[in-house]
């Protein structure tokens, strides 16, 4: 059984900032990309950040410069800094993990339940 377990949602202001945190527990072997997506009302799921078990990261275009994906490998955690958040970063965040269960298991993608984040004046 895998969990992911996310945190820090909430309501913030334009401009404002957030960090949302992701922390993969269970039957684990080994975790490889982890990500970060979001859902808006009426939009489809999109992939906001990833990053690598190496390190290596990539965003979508609309948050270069504005958010940070980082992981703690040894807490199985992975974080999202949103800086200078704009009123169309308003979604449901959504953590995902790919990641084998034991060796000879095949790797799989694990979702988390969700996180609010609601840019509002």
């Known amino acids: 059984q895998v969990q992911l377990v996310e945190s820090g949602g909430g309501l913030v202001q334009p401009g404002g900032s957030l960090r949302l945190s992701c922390a993969v527990s269970?039957?684990?072997?080994?975790?490889?990309?982890m990500g970060w997506y979001r859902q808006a009302p009426g939009k489809q799921r999109e992939l906001v950040a990833v990053i690598t078990s190496g390190g290596i990261t990539n965003y979508v275009d609309s948050v270069k410069g504005r958010f940070n994906i980082s992981r703690d490998n040894a807490k199985n955690t992975v974080y999202l800094q949103m800086n200078s958040l704009k009123l169309e970063d308003t979604a449901v965040y959504y953590c995902n993990a790919d990641l084998k269960t034991a060796r000879m298991s095949s790797r799989e993608g694990y979702w988390g339940q969700g996180t609010q984040v609601t840019v509002s004046s």
């Open positions: 269970g039957s684990i072997f080994s975790i490889y990309d």
